[in-house]
């Protein structure tokens, strides 16, 4: 079992706002980072080092982070964000090992 | 652009190993953490492992006592052996890139476009 947790599946209407949350002790210790995955297709880097988007990213993309819960925010969600978003850390023993959360999948209405 | 890319057989005969290696163009080998991440179908991604440059690993303690990385600098290559398969292996196979960030954290910028293994008589 995953040692971060996700919300299996969220909606959003086009073009409001969207919080994709990831719980998990490790957070309390690193941050998250956030994918997304579209079917057929290997994931893509949107949010590392808790709120970094790389190149190419739109800024409707930030990431927060309080206590054990990392967030990833679509601000103005658009129908091609419809997708599995999955974070990733440390795992919580402090071992050099990486977990990542079972996933969301984001349906833009 | 750094880009990579996986080669191997799409199936696997159960028992047997699994043989894999991922191909990195456009950026050099050295430095970075290159990795193995396996989803299985429908499934959610599982990090197999991880060997830095200098030949150190690191290994998901599921899968450690089956799971062997080697990297190949003079060819730009890193591969992926996993012993005794089966059909509970059959997965994508995707190899990326791994960056230790600002608070030591580890994420992955690149990815190649992945590979289904399946393991099957």
């Known amino acids: 079992s995953s040692e971060l947790t996700q919300d299996p599946a969220v909606s959003v209407a086009l073009g409001q706002t969207v919080r994709i949350t990831c719980q998990g002790d490790s957070l309390r210790r690193y941050y998250a980072s956030w994918y997304q995955q579209k079917p057929g297709q290997a994931p893509i880097l949107v949010i590392y080092?808790?709120?970094n988007r790389p190149s190419g990213i739109p800024d409707r993309f930030s990431g927060s982070s309080s206590g054990n819960t990392a967030s990833l925010t679509i601000t103005g969600a658009q129908a091609e964000d419809e997708a599995d978003y999955y974070c990733n850390s440390r795992d919580s023993s402090g071992n050099p090992h990486v977990v990542f959360g079972g996933g969301t999948k984001v349906t833009v209405l | 652009q750094v880009q990579l890319q996986e080669s191997g057989p799409g199936l696997v005969k159960p028992s047997e190993t699994l043989s894999l290696t991922c191909t990195v163009s456009?950026?050099?080998?050295?430095?970075?953490?290159w990795s193995w991440i396996r989803q299985p179908p429908g499934k959610g991604l599982e990090l197999i492992g991880y060997i830095y440059y200098s030949g150190s690993t690191n290994y998901n303690p599921s899968l450690k006592s089956r799971v062997t990385i080697s990297v190949d600098t003079s060819e730009n290559q890193f591969s992926l052996k996993v012993t005794s398969v089966t059909a509970a292996d059959t997965a994508v196979y995707y190899c990326a890139r791994g960056l230790v960030g600002v608070n030591h954290n580890y994420y992955f910028d690149y990815w190649g476009q992945g590979t289904l293994v399946t393991v099957s008589s």
């Open positions: 456009g950026g050099s080998i050295s430095s970075y953490y």
């Open positions: 080092d808790k709120n």
